[in-house]
């Protein structure tokens, strides 16, 4: 299987654990990835708070970027769920609205580029979850994360406003993939709640409420996944602010979902650079040690 | 009623900004002030209004005590409400529009988002990736709050032992983006 790879800003930075674990996974599934050249930021949640046009143009410009790669037909694999929802809604827009292509294509010009409307984005949770599928992870696994119990949280723009590959409200796509690695599943229904996005920034006090109530209910589990960023960085690196408002102590293992699945398949903890991660406990480690012994 | 009679006088001051309150206002003509926004935003709690009295709000054209209210710039984007809408209306599409309305005005009680998403932006516009130490630092100064970075310093620290934040980034997206954004300007004033 042969994806285009948008990897956005926050995985060249922030993320890089993301980026290569997201690499290292797809390699080890037999899966390829061939980064768009030249590519630019989405706009992230930024843009559409500046300008309606521009929030379509960026991201636009990377589809277009995308439909001039040989071979043609390849789907843009996006491990950001906020890059994702950018790219996706010029697609959806776009095909149905002719004016509004043309628009975009207006402003494109100036970097001679155009943008036909023949790419197709689809989110990583999706790729894995339905190209790829459990059981092909489930033939890989060679160390079974058994003992290890897993909250899966899918955050707000994989699923909505496009329900493509889940239920937007319920989702459970990763359920799946957590049994493939032989970890249990933390059964919550924090999984779709929102984790404040840039509140974290602009208005703290908001965010750390609502990674407050998912860290709380996240109690009982060994770690969390997830597929996003930004979700990832306010459950990771907001924990002791939380602490001092919730009462709830101790930190709280955050792991993207390559991560997870990437170790079940013997991949070292090295090369999934879990010590780029901002929140992996000594009591996790601990855990994954023992699963050696036992497989 | 008064509010609204200023309202008239500030739209016809402002033509563009007119065109694009009628636009949101079209947006959420079918609203039914059910609540069920309300009832499913995350962020309800810390807002002045909620999000079904904004509506009403808006279709009563009182734009003052919408963009006088924190009720839209605390939108994280979830997307719940318009996922939810009985009537299927684009309602976080539609307060994206009003921060930009907002951001236009460059409203002071909503100056922490304002100075985030532009410094942001800008960002882009000069490398073409956001370089994320760049603008969080120039955010930070703008902010002009002595007290502001350390309520980041734990997590700064973090990150930089993990060294991912003195990592400059080459411009690999070819440099900057700023002729894609003269033009974007150049077709929104002109529409």
Known sequence: MKYLYYPGC?????AREYDISTRAFMAAMGAELTEIEGWTCCGASAAEAVSEL???????????????????????????SACY?????????TRVSHDLKDRINEALAVEGLVYHGGTRTRHLLDVVSRDLGA????????????????????????????AVFDDPEAPRSMEPLIAATGADLHPWTMGSKCCGASHMNTKMEVGLKLVGAILEAAQGADAVVTVCPMCQINLEAYQRQ?????????????????????????LSPEALRLDLNLAVTGGFLEKFRQTATAA | MALAEDTAIDLTAMPEEASALADIRAMVQPCIQCGT?????????????TPRHMWRLVLLGRTEDVLASRTFSLCSACYMCTLRCPRGLPLTEAIGRLKQLAARRHLSHLRSGDLFYRNFIASVRRHGRVREMEFMGLYFAQMMNPWLPLRYADMGMRLMRRGKVTLQLPSRGGGGLNRLFEKVAEMENRS
Not at chain 1, 245 to 263: D, H, R
Not at chain 2, 37 to 45: A, D, K, Q, Y
């Open chain 1, 54 to 80: 521009l929030t379509l143009v960026l991201p636009a410009r990377n589809l277009a970027l995308a439909e001039g790669m040989t071979p043609p037909g390849r789907d843009i694999l996006v491990p950001c």
């Open chain 1, 10 to 14: 926050s995985l060249e930075g922030t």
């Open chain 2, 37 to 49: 926004c309300t009832g499913s935003c995350p962020n309800e709690f810390a807002m002045d209004l």
């Open chain 1, 135 to 162: 059981a092909a992870v489930a033939r890989r696994v060679v160390r079974p994360l058994t003992g290890i119990r897993v909250a899966p949280y899918y955050g707000c723009q994989c699923l909505r406003p496009y």
């Open chain 1, 85 to 93: 929802l950018n790219l996706r809604r010029v697609e959806e827009k």
């Open chain 1, 242 to 266: 939380v602490a001092r408002q919730t009462g709830v102590a101790g930190t709280m293992t955050i792991l993207y979902l390559p991560q997870l699945l990437g170790l079940a398949m013997g």
